[in-house]
């Protein structure tokens, strides 16, 4: 109901542009034009940019299908919430009130319906690695936290918010799930989380003083 008017929505801002690189690069280049730092000015978001080449070939030009997957990727996100709070609380009605609330506030709707406002696809990789990372520290299992460390990945190269997510997965290690971790543990658990953070920052700083210049 909340986003049934997408469905009337068409291009405007930003979503020109996205889909001018899409229609007119190949694959390969695509590829390069998003993973190489060197050829961004402003930020280095190269999933959403290799989304919307997909998109392109699926829709060409009509914009419905664009809005219908960021509704879709909304739907997903409102699910994963729902299994996160479900679980970690052992309470279906605390999730699916979790998940409702999510679904319909009003700030979230305009990322929504802008295909090319990335942080509906950033949070998707946000909440699948807190659910992955949930698993982890439940159950110990280390498939699950090799799946929460490429979803993070995923999410880095979608926002640039998704930064904030090793301490969110602390504070749910510790507040949420209170795992009882030696100090050392910790230390090892979290260490993968921050040494990727640095190349990362290096090249969110490098583009920045571009964009200042």
Avoid at 25 to 45: G, T, V
Avoid at 58 to 63: A, I, M, R, S, T
Avoid at 174 to 184: A, Y
Wanted: proline share 4%.
């Amino acid at each position: 109901v909340t986003y049934f008017s997408a469905r009337n929505i068409g291009f405007w801002s930003d979503d020109y542009a996205f889909i001018e690189i899409a229609a007119r690069l190949s694959f390969l280049e695509n590829l390069m034009w998003y993973f190489d730092p060197r050829l961004q000015s402003l930020w280095y978001r190269p999933i959403p940019g290799m989304l919307w080449w997909i998109e392109w070939r699926l829709f060409h030009d009509d914009p419905l299908g664009y809005h219908l997957v960021y509704v879709l990727i909304h739907l997903a996100n409102c699910l994963l919430l729902y299994a996160i709070v479900a679980h970690v609380f052992r309470n279906w009605l605390s999730g699916f009130a979790s998940a409702l609330v999510y679904a319909g506030i009003s700030v979230y709707s305009h990322a929504v319906l802008r295909p090319s406002d990335e942080t509906a696809l950033a949070v998707l990789f946000y909440l699948l690695t807190v659910l992955f990372w949930v698993h982890f520290l439940l159950e110990q299992n280390w498939r699950h936290y090799v799946c929460a460390y490429l979803f993070f990945v995923l999410a880095l190269f979608s926002k640039e918010a998704s930064v904030t997510l090793p301490v969110m997965l602390f504070l749910v290690d510790r507040l949420l799930v209170d795992s009882k971790t030696p100090i050392n543990q910790l230390a090892r658990r979290y260490l993968p989380l921050f040494l990727i953070l640095i190349p990362y920052l290096r090249v969110g700083t490098v583009l920045t003083d571009y964009a200042v210049f």
